[in-house]
């Protein structure tokens, strides 16, 4: 089931759903050159000079349906865009009265929201602490590699609009984590991105995304290529700077990618381990410890996250925003029924079940799961389909940490149920062992 069917909450069956709303659409106040929803304007074939803003009725449905959808002690919303900021403070303040009015007695609200932190002021920041957002900043690191892409309408880069952001985040203590691109540039400077991030921005919570995308991204949904025109690992062509590339250029490399995760992992584990939260890493050691990866790209089933543009269009998931994976919209079925619809649930055990063989016999399956399926355009050595373009970065990565996750979770009493080094494994083969670790 993708329904979280916990516990009893008010006396019936507990149950979650969870949507990335983009109440703007696909409008932004800046230029990102890697954006991978700036082309859904074109897509999702906005009319011409019509505004995408979510209209008032639709977004009242919406907000009713979502917190009616569900029965759990705290409902969390999402806002996305584009730039959702570029509707106003007054549109949020909105959202926040809606919220109000339909909320149950004994549940509690709360909001997420994605920015580029542009638009922020003293203003939003005090709405924001007020009403305990968390807000997700985008920031590529210091000034010239965050200024490589992240650029405005004018072509200039938007950094120290960006650091103007963090700053009244820290001074009205708004609860914030940074979203950091991982393109062909932060890729190879992993410890400048980090360090920065660390001992600059001060971020609370760091998450780093992988930008990958084919050069067919803007028209042509994934999983509808044709087998026949994947390339197998290792084909040149799949290196972001070949001249005949099927990436864009501004993409990392499946090795680039192991290597910055590498890099930043070996810095957090000698510095700042307890101290800096980096998302993947805890959820390394989440799933080192035989837990659920709470990560949906690495996790063994996913599709629990929809997305809503904002005519109330209902698609799959915020990476699966085309036509062919629309499950509804909101005027015509219920958000609830899109959620838990067989539809959808397809689409979420396909993650596992269209695994390759390689990802199949995989020492890391339990941590991967053959990453994104919007990143499985590639064949493995043996020619099977559908393989992560990612998958040789993510090995990498996982094989380096392996040895060092065991030695943390040991030598901080946990059970280690996963990796080379698990518990029963260790004690199978070594029966006398107490502890094994091969620190470089
Ligand atoms: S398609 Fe990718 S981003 Fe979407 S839910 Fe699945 S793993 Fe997550
Ligand atoms: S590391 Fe590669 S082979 Fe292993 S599960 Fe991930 S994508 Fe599949």
């Known amino acids: ?43 999702l074939e906005y009319k011409k000079g019509c505004s995408p803003k979510m209209d008032d009725e639709t977004l009242e449905t919406y907000i009713r349906q979502y917190i009616e959808g569900q029965n759990t002690p705290e409902i969390i919303f999402s806002w996305q865009g584009g730039e959702p900021t570029i509707l106003g403070l007054a549109y949020f303040r909105k959202i926040v009265e809606l919220q109000k009015k339909y909320q149950p007695a004994g549940v509690k609200i709360a909001n997420d929201l994605q920015t580029n932190g542009t638009l922020l002021n003293d203003e939003w920041c005090e709405f924001l602490a007020q009403h305990q957002f968390l807000v997700g900043l985008s920031i590529d690191g210091p000034e010239l590699l965050h200024n490589a892409y992240r650029t405005n309408k004018a072509g200039r880069g938007t950094f120290k609009q960006v650091m103007k952001a963090v700053d009244l985040l820290h001074k009205h203590k708004v609860k914030f984590a940074t979203l950091t691109c991982v393109n062909n540039l932060t890729s190879k400077n992993p410890l400048d991105v980090y360090r920065f991030l660390r001992d ?14 084919q050069k067919t991204f803007r028209t042509t949904a994934p999983q509808t290529w044709h087998p026949q025109t994947q390339l197998r690992q290792g084909d040149k062509r799949l290196n972001p700077w070949h001249k005949n590339s099927v990436v864009e250029p501004w993409c990392t490399s499946a090795e680039a990618w192991g290597d910055f995760l590498i890099a930043v992992f070996d810095e957090w584990v000698n510095n700042d381990i307890g101290k800096v939260f980096v998302q993947y890493f805890e959820a390394s050691v989440e799933t080192w410890m ?25 698609f799959t998931c915020d990476h699966y925003v085309y036509p062919e994976y629309q499950v509804g919209n909101i005027h015509h079925q219920k958000l609830d029924e899109m959620a838990y619809s067989s539809e959808q649930q397809k689409f979420g055990f396909a993650k596992s079940r269209t695994l390759t063989s390689q990802c199949q016999q995989c020492d890391y399956k339990f941590a991967c799961y053959g990453e994104c399926p919007k990143n499985r355009f590639i064949r493995t050595k043996d020619g099977e389909p559908g393989l992560n373009y990612l998958c040789a970065g993510w090995k990498k990565f996982f094989n380096h940490a392996d040895s060092t996750l065991t030695y943390i979770l040991r030598a901080t009493g946990h059970p280690v149920a996963n990796g080379k080094f698990r518990d029963g494994l260790l004690k199978a083969h070594s029966p006398q062992y107490s502890y094994v670790h091969n620190r470089a």
């Open 290 to 314: 035989g837990r659920k990866n709470p990560l949906c790209t690495l996790g063994e089933i996913c599709g629990k996250g929809l997305a809503m543009e904002s005519n109330g269009d209902v």
């Open 200 to 213: 600059v921005v001060k971020s609370p919570q760091m998450q780093f995304i992988p930008i990958v995308e």
């Open 1 to 43: 089931m993708l329904v979280t069917q916990g516990p009893q909450f008010n006396g019936k069956a507990s149950k979650r759903l969870h949507v990335m709303a983009k109440p703007i659409g696909a409008a932004c106040n800046i230029d990102c050159t890697y954006c991978y929803y700036l082309s859904k304007q074109d897509l």
